[in-house]
């Protein structure tokens, strides 16, 4: 580490309010997490909740990914992050929040709705209800924004800010590179939590589950696998045009889940004039009141984008739809890809 990445995490130790009293707890989501105690300065697995002292470092064994949940709430996902003294993962409390510094190895960490820091000893990113991903080599780190925005820095060097599905570089003593379309070498796909979509990426090659109109399986429209979703909407659509997905008897009223899936619209117009889609979320309430909520999709051609929607279960079934902004004349289309249905941690 040069002498720019300890001046770095010198002075958040110093601006740290974390005691023995208030540190920040975090309970093991998927996989096992490692940690290094620097009271005995012992390694153990951790099992339960569990306060992280900010001397404290986490990590997970050589070829292994695993995640945790802690307050925010975030969700952190682990790879290739050594548990030892001045290695790993850690984590203190400043100003009122958690904040993260990463010594090594690989993180993905979705924020809900709340602030987030992620440290490093060559770059500080920050952001607000976002995905993202950030690899720490032995002389640069990598982020990449999956949803959301971040600020990318390097103390007086400059900073960059990230839209999604853009990347940086930053390298040791260097300004942080300009944000460039970039996917990182390994996501969250393997945290090893339990998704609740079966057949989340089509690859059995049918509809079973789906609701299907205007739509099919085909290689053009794979992201992650070989097939994905192609949706067509050429032709006149109403409002209620919609293709969804059922997930019957398998959510906990009360508990809260995370829809995520991933997008690349080609056009998409109506009466010749460019417009959203629109992520329509039916939470299937007995009574059938105030269930429904629309989360736009803004247009992304040329690039795949993640949307992610967090929610709350009232009953057992869950279900979404794309629907259209407006009546009319309809060309174009959109490629899905990817679904994924999480209970998120407590």
């Known amino acids: 580490m040069g002498l720019r990445g300890w001046i770095i995490v010198l002075a958040l130790t110093q601006d ?9 707890k975090i309970k093991p989501a ?15 697995t951790l099992e339960a909740e569990s306060a992280i002292h ?40 400043k100003k009122g929040r958690v904040v993260m510094k990463l ?10 709705d709340s602030e987030v820091e992620v440290h490093t000893p060559h770059a500080n990113v920050s ?9 720490v080599g032995s002389g640069s780190t990598k982020v990449v924004a999956l949803e959301g925005q971040l600020t990318v820095s390097n103390g007086d060097l400059g900073s ?7 990347g940086t570089e930053v390298k040791k003593g260097k300004a942080p590179s300009k944000p460039t379309v970039m996917q990182p070498d390994w996501m969250s796909d393997a945290r090893g939590m339990e ?7 089509l690859e059995t090659n049918d509809f079973k589950g789906w609701n299907v109109k205007d739509a099919a399986v085909n290689a053009l429209a794979a992201r992650g696998g070989k097939l994905g979703l192609d949706l067509n909407l050429a032709g006149p659509k109403t409002k209620k045009w919609f293709y969804g997905r059922n997930v019957f008897k398998t959510l906990k009223p009360g508990t809260k889940y995370m829809f995520r899936f991933w997008y690349r619209t080609r056009k998409v117009e109506c009466d010749k004039t460019p417009v959203d889609l629109i992520l329509h979320i039916d939470l ?38 794309i629907m259209v902004e407006r009546e009319g004349s309809y060309t174009g289309g959109v490629f899905m890809d990817d679904f994924e249905l999480y209970e998120f941690p407590k």
Do not use: M
Request: charged share 30%.
């Open 54 to 93: 900010p001397d404290d470092r986490l990590g997970v064994k050589e070829g292994e990914t695993a995640s945790f949940a802690t307050e925010g709430p975030l969700l952190v996902t682990l790879r290739a992050v050594k548990a030892a003294k001045d290695k790993g993962l850690a984590l203190e409390r």
């Open 103 to 112: 010594f090594d190895g690989d993180l993905v960490v979705q924020s809900y």
């Open 30 to 44: 998927a996989g096992k997490i490692g940690i290094w105690r620097s009271e005995g300065s012992k390694l153990e």
């Open 195 to 201: 998704n609740l979509f079966n057949n989340p990426g």
């Open 16 to 24: 740290t309010d974390t005691s023995l009293k208030d540190a920040p």
């Open 160 to 166: 960059v800010n990230l839209e999604d599905g853009e």
């Open 284 to 321: 299937c309430s007995p009574d059938n009141k105030n269930d429904k909520f629309p989360h736009p999709l803004k247009a992304s051609d040329g690039r795949w984008k993640c949307k992610t929607v967090f929610h709350e279960a009232i009953a057992p079934n869950f279900r979404f739809d």
């Open 127 to 135: 952001g607000k209800g976002s995905y993202f991903t950030v690899h």
